[in-house]
């Protein structure tokens, strides 16, 4: 079991950054691949960014692509997303979450790879 706490949300202008991270507990988070969602209201969560569980592989979702360092430090249990260039349709609670399967050399984007999920964090960009 893994469980996982978000902070560093918040109201940034836009053009400038936010780091977020998430805080996780549990035995398995050293060898599970991590991602950040977001979601707006009325819309999926969709995928921004994702690790794997040795920080060998990340990949970021187009649309962040070029804005978005996704990195973790096992030692200290806890998953990053930088994001720069921020732009009001970043808008969302942005959501970490832990993949179900272990030791997975790749990225799952998908939401349903994904069994333990944080309770998000609010970023709102102003214009």
């Known amino acids: 079991q893994v469980q996982l706490v978000e902070s560093g949300g918040g109201l940034v202008q836009a053009g400038g950054s936010l780091r977020l991270s998430c805080a996780a507990s549990g035995r398995t988070f050293s060898r599970s691949a991590m991602a950040w969602f977001r979601q707006v209201p009325g819309k999926e969560r969709s995928f921004v960014a994702g690790?794997?569980?040795?920080?060998?592989?990340?990949y970021c979702a187009d649309f962040v692509k070029g804005r978005c360092t996704i990195s973790r430090d096992n030692a200290k249990n806890t998953v990053y997303l930088q994001m720069n260039s921020l732009k009001p349709e970043d808008t969302a609670v942005y959501y970490c979450?832990?993949?179900?399967?272990?030791?997975?050399?790749?990225?799952?984007?998908?939401?349903?790879?994904?069994?333990?999920w944080g309770q998000g964090t609010q970023v709102i960009v102003s214009s």
């Open positions: 690790i794997t569980w040795n920080g060998e592989n990340s």
């Open positions: 979450a832990a993949d179900r399967k272990l030791d997975t050399p790749y990225v799952r984007t998908q939401e349903y790879a994904f069994d333990y």
